[in-house]
C-alpha cells in the first residue's frame, strides 16, 4: 500500500512483495549461501529488517550470483526505509534475473515510495511482461498512474486487478479515488459504498463517500459522511485526510 503528497498521490498502503524463495543454483557457493539466506527470510517474516539485512549480505558474500537474496535484502533495507540502497539491490537482481517480475515490482514499490513515479511506472510496465496476471502489480501500477495524474489509465489497470483479484476493499477504494479525478463521482460513490460493505471499519471509504456525495449536490449526505470519517479515522495514517474532511465539515455546515 493513504498518506498523501497532492491530493492523490497514495503511499502508505502500497503492498512490499511476498518473499521471493525461488530455488538457487545447485553449486557449491549455493549450498553455503542457503543457510543464512533461509536466515534471513525468517528474520524477514518475524519483523527483524536489520537483522535480515545482515543474514543476506552474509549470503551474497558466500554467492555473489543469488539474485533473491538481493531481492529480499532490497525488500528489508525498504522496510528500513533504506531506498538508494534497496534499489542498488534490484538493480543488481535485474541484472543477474532480468527476465524475473521480482525485482522490477520491488524497483517500482521503492521507487513510488520515494515520489519517483514516472521510474515506479516503467518498471511496473517491465514487471507485467514477465508476470501478466499479477494483480498486485496492475494494483501499484494504478495508484502510481493515478499519482501521475493520469486517471483514466489509473482505472484500467484498478479494473484489470479486480478482474484477478475479485472485490478487494483497498482496489476498490482507490479506483473510487480514480472515479472522483475522472469526473464520475457517481461510480466513486458505488465504489465507496461497496467497499464498507465489504469492510465497514475501512475509514477511509467514508471519507470517498463524502467527496463523491459533495460532488453530486447531496450537501447533507456528504456532511454525515465526512462526519463519521472524523469519527473513525486514523489519528495518524489518517491525518492530512482528516485536515481535509474537517475544513469540508465546516464549510457545509456554514451553508446550511
Keep these: 500500500m493513504a498518506l498523501r503528497k497532492s491530493g492523490l498521490a497514495i503511499l502508505a498502503i502500497l503492498m512490499i512483495a511476498a518473499l521471493w524463495l525461488g530455488p538457487a543454483l545447485a553449486d557449491e557457493n549455493t549450498d553455503a549461501a542457503q543457510a543464512p539466506f533461509n536466515q534471513g527470510v525468517d528474520a524477514l517474516s518475524q519483523g527483524n529488517p536489520a537483522l535480515a539485512v545482515e543474514k543476506f549480505t552474509a549470503a551474497i558474500k558466500l554467492d555473489p550470483d543469488m539474485a533473491e537474496a538481493y531481492i529480499n535484502r532490497g525488500i528489508a533495507q525498504m522496510k528500513l526505509e533504506q531506498w538508494a540502497d534497496a534499489v542498488g539491490d534490484f538493480d543488481k537482481a535485474i541484472e543477474l534475473a532480468p527476465q524475473a517480475p521480482e525485482p522490477y515490482y520491488n524497483r517500482g514499490l521503492a521507487y513510488s515510495r520515494q515520489g519517483v513515479f514516472d521510474k515506479a511506472l516503467a518498471d ?6 514477465y508476470a ?9 501500477r494504478g495508484n502510481t498512474r493515478l499519482d501521475l495524474g493520469q486517471a483514466p489509465a489509473a482505472l484500467k489497470d484498478y479494473d484489470q486487478a479486480l478482474k484477478l483479484h475479485r472485490e478487494d476493499p483497498k482496489i476498490l477504494y482507490n479506483r ?5 479525478a475522472a469526473g464520475k463521482p457517481d461510480k466513486a460513490l458505488a465504489d465507496a459504498d461497496k467497499v464498507i460493505e465489504l469492510d465497514p471499519n475501512y475509514a477511509r471509504a467514508a471519507f470517498s463517500r463524502g467527496q ?5 449536490g447531496q450537501k447533507y449526505e456528504a456532511l454525515a459522511a465526512y462526519r463519521q470519517f472524523l469519527k473513525t479515522g486514523h489519528p495518524d495514517t489518517d491525518a492530512a485526510l482528516l485536515r481535509q474532511a474537517l475544513a469540508r465539515t465546516k464549510v457545509l455546515e456554514g451553508s446550511k
Design 124 to 129: 511496473y510496465t517491465t514487471a507485467l511482461k
Design 212 to 216: 463523491a456525495l459533495e460532488k453530486l
Design 132 to 140: 501478466p496476471k499479477d494483480w498486485q502489480i496492475y494494483y501499484n
Design 176 to 180: 473510487s479515488l480514480a472515479y472522483l
